[in-house]
């Protein structure tokens, strides 16, 4: 029996806290812009070794997950498909640098965050850094 589905693809972000700041990366392919690292979820892996593996990649350091942030799943947060990113919170030593998907990866401030931003990552940095100050996560 063939049926066809059509899923939201599962993608992983990862705010990564480094030297009082966090890591954006200027993405080199379409969406234009700057994100938090992050991509698509391999096929049998979890989604918490997706985001150490993107990490990896995109800006050359090694991370340490120390919780899941929140989900998020409006269906045009991704103008190119239907995506859900589950958004981890991590930290790191070290300088990163853009590689693969990355142009460029440097350490931002919640007063000096680049634009444009791709994505709903500005949407998603607001609701962290109001965590940050509050403890409040995003209501679903």
Partial sequence: MAENFRNP????????????????IERKNPPPGWAMPGGFVDYGES?????VRE????TCLDV???????????????????TLAVVFIAT?????????DARVARIFSEN??????????????RDYFHFKKTGQRPKP
Avoid: C, W
């Fill in 92 to 100: 790191a030593q070290g300088t990163p640098r853009g590689a693969d």
């Fill in 55 to 58: 990490a990896k990649e995109e």
């Fill in 64 to 82: 340490h997950l120390t919780e899941q942030f929140y989900t998020y799943s409006n269906p045009k947060r991704d103008p190119r498909h239907h």
């Fill in 112 to 125: 000096n965050l680049p634009m444009p931003m791709a994505f709903d990552h500005a949407a998603i940095l």
């Fill in 47 to 51: 989604m918490e070794r997706a985001a």
């Fill in 9 to 24: 693809l599962p993608t992983v972000d990862i705010i990564i806290e480094i030297d009082g700041g966090i890591v954006l």
